[in-house]
């Protein structure tokens, strides 16, 4: 009787251990995703500081899908090639992009290290890089994310970003989606 008391005994001490990691796995998941709002009285520069600091903060290849991109944001674009870090632009066609965005896309697209690639169906906002992706209505555009009242999708969890890069190859030229 014994001998079976102490094998129930080391069997519960391995299953408290086997819930104790769940538990931690679980703990480390939460944060991974968030939703917050941007825009309004008291929040009018949120997204644009989140967006500012992962463009800034970025230390591999930077990716971005964007209807049209304003001065602010193409500057600080430049900025990122001239540290050495790529940087890949889904946007929509210079024909569908209003009037006075048209030189900051002139611009974009001669950067060297930035390769704009024109796709008519962009409608949203998503920049990530390995660790962070965030997601929102809107362009790369400070005073329209300023004014506007949105919804923002921050995503650290690693498989979910594998996920949103999937997506975003889905929307590049065959010829550019990984094998």
């Not at 079976?4 to 005994?9: A, D, S």
């Not at 520069?45 to 591999?60: A, F, M, P, R, S």
Request: net charge positive; hydrophobic share 40%.
């Amino acid at each position: 009787m014994s001998d079976r008391l102490t094998e129930l005994r080391i069997k519960n001490k391995s299953l408290k251990d086997q819930v104790l990691s769940l538990e931690e796995k679980v703990l480390s998941l939460v944060g991974m995703i968030s939703l917050e709002t941007s825009g309004g009285p008291n929040k009018k520069n949120v997204l644009n500081d989140q967006l500012i600091n992962l463009i800034q903060e970025t230390k591999e290849q930077l990716n971005i899908v964007s209807p049209k991109i304003d001065k602010l944001y193409t500057t600080e674009l430049k900025k990122v090639v001239k540290r050495g870090i790529p940087v890949l632009i889904i946007t929509n066609d210079r024909g569908g992009i209003p009037q006075e965005y048209h030189e900051f896309y002139d611009e974009l697209k001669v950067t060297p290290g930035i390769n704009v690639i024109n796709n008519p169906n962009v409608k949203y906002l998503l920049v990530f890089n390995t660790e962070l992706a965030i997601y929102a209505g809107g362009s790369l555009d400070k005073e329209e994310l300023e004014r506007s009242i949105l919804i923002v999708t921050m995503v650290k969890e690693t498989s979910k970003l594998r996920q949103i890069a999937e997506i975003f190859s889905l929307m590049l030229p065959s010829f550019m989606r990984g094998k």
